[in-house]
């Protein structure tokens, strides 16, 4: 499963339960009735209303009913081409490998490809990545009765037997037949089916991302956390996201929208320091506008609110006077030594009465953007 990692940090219970309480219920207002029956059944961590591979389709983006009976449709025949009734009279130790073999013989017929997170493209296509190998994979289990779990480390699903705790790669036809390939690199842990089909919406949000189309990165994180609140991949593009939909609208002079950006994912999680770096790189770049607009009574209400949040940010304390020498220097190119005279008394009053300004304006103090990196495992 593909993760695009744009900042690593460290998650906290906070985050999910704030979340939960907040962002879902106003992301979901506007929601297809498929989807939003789907998300309110996987609240409780089960799927009650939805089979299985229907909710997977849903998060795939099938809100349509006759859409989704196509596929499932095509899924019986290809699952007929298994033979599952000859599997299922096997040994029960030999029904988890047999099950693998015909599913990458008869269903999985393509290539491992990192996007290809959609089953219904899979059924198509027979291209695959870990999750949707993974669903499939499970869903035979169940037909033939083998009992098997869904494990997960970061960037990465499969399955497990759970009587014998045995790990299955569900992207490799040979993994019973090359036991090279037995070795977990990261320990791995169960998730639940609901979380599965949580990694379908995040996967989707992956490639969303990598075109830089935030909001709908957002909302299809907001889902697969919806899903899975503990998936900390998904915790971290959500912030990741945040900050960067924040440093694209500040590219564009939307200075007021990317701090709002980046009220919301502090209010996530308040040490995020891409978060925090860019609150002080937003707020320079959209001081230093209203400077060249000559509108300097907005300039200073904006450091006057950021130092109450941040008192000791090196921007807040000392932007102040930056303002002040611009707006002076205004004034004596104007020639307006009236309005100089009483934007130095308001200086000294706010800063000291011991503050020299001189008319040339003193620089922003210089703040450097934190953009996160593109990864894949």
């Not at 017929?109 to 993974?134: E, I, K, R, Y």
């Not at 593009?237 to 007021?256: D, I, K, P």
């Not at 937003?282 to 001081?287: G, P």
């Amino acid at each position: 499963m593909s993760v695009v990692k744009f900042a690593a940090f460290r998650t906290c219970a906070a985050l999910a339960l704030l979340f939960i309480g907040s962002a879902v219920a106003v992301a979901f207002e506007a929601i297809p009735s498929a989807e939003q029956r789907l998300l309110a059944d996987a609240r409780d961590g089960e799927l009650q209303q939805f089979e299985f591979m229907e909710a997977a389709l849903i998060a795939g983006g099938l809100q349509d009913s006759a859409a989704r009976e196509a596929v499932l449709r095509e899924r019986e025949l290809k699952y007929q081409s298994l033979d599952l009734a000859v599997i299922a009279r096997l040994p029960r130790d030999q029904r988890p490998a047999a099950l693998l073999e015909g599913m990458h013989q008869q269903i999985l017929t393509g290539s491992f490809q990192p996007t290809a997170t959609l089953v219904q493209q899979t059924f198509a296509t027979g291209d695959f990545n870990c999750v949707t190998a993974t669903i499939i994979y499970h869903d035979l289990c169940e037909r033939v009765g083998v009992n098997a779990e869904i494990i997960a480390q970061s960037g990465h699903v499969c399955s497990r037997l759970i009587t014998s705790r045995e790990e299955i790669e569900t992207t490799r036809a040979d993994w019973f037949t090359n036991p090279e390939l037995r070795q977990s690199e990261q320990p791995r842990h169960a998730i639940s089916a609901v979380a599965l089909v949580g990694r379908i919406y995040y996967n989707r949000a992956l490639a969303k991302l990598e075109q830089k189309e935030f909001a709908a990165a957002i909302e299809l994180l907001e889902k697969s956390l919806a899903c899975d609140a503990r998936d900390r991949d998904a915790q971290e593009n959500l912030l990741a996201g945040l900050n960067n939909w924040a440093l694209s609208l500040c590219e564009q002079g939307e200075y007021a929208t990317a701090a709002r950006r980046i009220t919301t994912g502090l209010a996530l999680k308040a040490d995020y320091q891409p978060l925090l770096s860019n609150d002080l790189h937003v707020h320079q770049q959209w001081v230093a506008q209203l400077c060249r607009e000559q509108n300097f009574e907005q300039a200073l209400q904006l450091l006057d609110a950021g130092k109450s949040r941040r008192p000791t940010a090196p921007l807040f304390v000392s932007g102040q006077r930056a303002v002040y020498t611009a707006w002076l220097k205004s004034c004596n190119e104007q020639g307006d030594t009236a309005a100089a005279a009483k934007v130095l008394r308001r200086a000294q009053e706010q800063l000291g009465a011991q503050v020299k300004l001189t008319v040339e304006a003193r620089p922003m103090p210089k703040v450097i953007s934190a953009k996160g990196r593109s990864e894949r495992p």
